[in-house]
């Protein structure tokens, strides 16, 4: 026999071991069930039948989407036929899947490869530890205004500013994009949702700078091995897609899969039905026992806002002029007799000179001249004592989302009895603990009446129906003079007829604010509508939100309407709010809301349940 016949038959006979080989670990991987199991289910982000993954690309058996037994076929005929032998091979782009097959089947003789980029990666990152990271609400952007969190690989370098973040987000430029354009895609689905990897310290940036968010960061008692698992799941879905939707397949929902895959005993998505809030992963998180060590890092906003409660108003006006350059250093000390003052009015001097920059009220040119001014005035005056901002309440004290509520009130006289259900998610009426101060997000708010009138049948009513209410009673200070704002709409039965009517109100005003309370005033326009007309009008109105400690508060709200027909309505509401556990409240109130005919006095009594 010549040599060319034998190394066809060479070859012929090392295909068909090489076949009947990978057959054998088919068979094995089939009795095993492997393709069954949880963990093959987490690599490939499978819920119910079907992978949430999109992207084709990522699937290795052209039915992988929706067959994980194909998929896991695929997926062994493809680590032992590699084309190539860099970082395009099987074996680089899905090290945690390779890793997994090789314990469960004891794969021998596959292939070498050399992944590159992989290992340049984990040698960059050198993965110790992971931690959570919560950014608090950000109200004006429509993607972050129930927070955002992501997760931080550390490593073994001692500033946590050298770690590396995984976020996962809309592939989309707020900036550029209209944003309710952006809210309505985000709610169906009309952007992919990537994973993107980048050094910590820019995520920092962004939110603690530029839009101005406290970060809560929850470390994690993740083992290396788990870490490490994290680490190779995170390389395999790094470049693919999934749609991404506001509700539930979100930035926080699709951390949960990676930390899923790096401890498959947890079930953090278990804990979530129709929506997945951000801090409210965190109270998964918790539950699954998974938080061990808890920091917070305070925003330049709130470190700018702990300076202005300790400099008198002269100084914070000086401190104002200082940083736009309206006065020379010198000029303004001068004025400071104590040292510690003088310190602290620098210091304020110098955040507020890099928030001018930031917002792009100083040009780079302009901003480093006086920040460099004041920094080395501040250098000649020695170490001082370190101011710190004054810590919020952890967001895993606030309560959950969605609200059951039973209210029994007296009615001009007469008993009603109401029934509530919100999806989501705080009203400024509620407590705060663990939210943002002043702030209202709420979507699909129904509330059912049933009421007896004497003389009258029994009646079940629709009371009201909030669409969606959102509202930023932003406070006024020295330092930041934002204006405040609110909009809804929906039904309800506050109009002079006493009728269920569909409306629509914009507004804007001020707030200013103390530690025990605030006070605003706000100009709302709004519309009512009914099936032959509508009603326009305008309506000034005046509140107050009070504290007593963390369990006590009190809002008062005065409203005037002036409709364009001539008409006018007074609306007045008051409520005490006592939060008796972290998910039960309690509230007494009264309501007066003026009528064409009898005006309505209601006096309320009312418990809510957060679930």
Not at 113 to 132: A, F, G, R, W
């Amino acid at each position: 026999m010549t040599g060319l016949p034998r190394l066809f038959l060479f070859l012929f006979s090392l295909h068909v071991s090489l076949f009947s080989h990978i057959n054998n670990y088919h068979t094995l991987a089939d009795e095993k069930q492997l393709s069954q199991m949880r963990y093959w289910k987490l690599l490939l982000h499978v819920k119910g039948e079907e992978s949430e993954i999109d992207d084709s690309a990522f699937f290795l058996s052209k039915d992988g989407k929706t067959d994980v037994k194909s998929e896991l076929h695929a997926t062994i005929d493809a680590l032992y036929n590699e084309t190539v032998f860099d970082d395009n091979a099987t074996a680089c782009r899905f090290p945690a899947r390779k890793a997994w097959l090789q314990k469960e089947l004891k794969l021998k003789n596959l292939p070498l490869v050399t992944c590159k980029s992989y290992d340049t990666l984990i040698e960059k990152i050198n993965p110790q530890s992971v931690t959570m990271v919560f950014a608090d609400a950000h109200i004006n952007s429509p993607a972050s205004m129930f927070g955002h969190t992501f997760l931080r690989i550390d490593s073994s370098h001692e500033s946590k500013l050298l770690s590396h973040a995984i976020n996962y987000s809309a592939n989309a430029d707020q900036k550029t994009e209209n944003g309710v354009v952006f809210a309505i895609k985000g709610l169906f689905g009309g952007y992919p949702g990537i994973y993107s990897l980048l050094p910590y310290y820019e995520k920092l940036k962004e939110y603690k700078n530029t839009e101005q968010r406290d970060i809560w960061e929850y470390e994690l008692n993740l083992t290396p091995e788990e870490v490490n698992r994290m680490m190779m799941h995170i390389w395999e879905v790094h470049n693919t897609y999934s749609w991404y939707y506001f509700f539930d397949e979100n930035c926080s929902y699709n951390m949960l899969w990676l930390l899923e895959v790096a401890r498959p005993s947890v079930h953090l998505r278990e804990h979530f039905f129709y929506q997945v809030i951000p801090p409210e992963t965190l109270f998964a998180l918790k539950q699954e026992h998974l938080i061990q060590k808890e920091r917070y890092r305070p925003s330049k906003r709130s470190m700018l806002l702990a300076y202005e409660d300790i400099l008198s108003l002269k100084k914070q006006n000086n401190a104002i002029t200082l940083a736009r350059g309206n006065a020379s250093v010198d000029e303004v000390l001068d004025t400071i007799s104590s040292l510690e003052q003088k310190r602290y009015f620098l210091e304020a001097s110098a955040e507020l000179c890099e928030y001018y920059f930031i917002e792009n009220h100083l040009d780079k040119e302009k901003y480093l001249e006086i920040f460099q001014s004041i920094l080395q005035a501040r250098s000649k005056l020695g170490v001082g004592k370190s101011l710190h901002a004054r810590e919020p309440q952890n967001p895993l004290n606030a309560h959950k989302s969605s609200r059951l509520s039973y209210m029994l009130a007296s009615r001009n006289g007469y008993a009603s009895h109401y029934l509530g259900l919100r999806a989501a998610y705080q009203d400024i009426f509620e407590s705060d603990i663990g939210m943002l101060r002043g702030t209202q997000i709420e979507f699909f708010d129904l509330l059912l009446s049933y009421s007896q009138y004497q003389e009258e049948k029994s009646q079940l009513e629709l009371e009201k129906l909030i669409i969606i209410s959102l509202a930023s009673y932003a406070q006024r200070g020295s330092f930041f003079q934002p204006f405040s704002w609110r909009m809804r709409t929906g039904f309800d039965r506050e109009y002079l007829d006493d009728k269920s009517h569909f409306n629509f109100t914009l507004g804007a005003g001020e707030t200013w604010g103390w530690e025990w309370g605030y006070l605003y005033m706000m100009l709302d326009g709004l519309a009512y509508y009914d099936d032959a007309d509508s009603t326009l009008g305008v309506s000034p109105s005046l509140g107050t939100v009070l504290y007593k400690g963390e369990k006590f508060k009190t809002n008062l709200d005065y409203r005037y309407r002036l409709f364009h027909n001539g008409q006018r309505q007074h609306l007045f509401n008051a409520s005490q709010l006592y939060q008796m556990q972290q998910n039960i409240a309690f509230k007494l109130g009264y309501e007066y809301i003026e009528r064409f005919g009898e005006n309505e006095n209601r006096f309320k009594a009312r418990i809510d349940y957060y679930f």
